[in-house]
């Protein structure tokens, strides 16, 4: 039986330089998700949850036009950066 791990894509970061990048565990956040392990995908991806809502307002906005679109993705964005930064380097630290 393949598991969908089975297809995900490794991280080039990791795989020449040995350690990890900003970005992984995304996919395997994204999968928990999924999987509805949302505590698990918090753990693993703390930033999914900022990601998702704002990868959501972006497409919508190509559609339908809102009043306060460009001010919540400007603090979606800079939360999910914020997000990123600090888990990475908890995640360095420990």
Known sequence: ???P???MLPCLNKKLFGFECLGCGLQRGISLLFHGQFIDAFKMYPAIFTLIPLGLLIASTFIYKF???NKIINALAIASVLIIIISFIIKKTN
Do not use: F, G
């Open 1 to 3: 039986m393949t598991l």
């Open 5 to 7: 791990e089975d297809y």
């Open 67 to 69: 009043k306060y679109a």
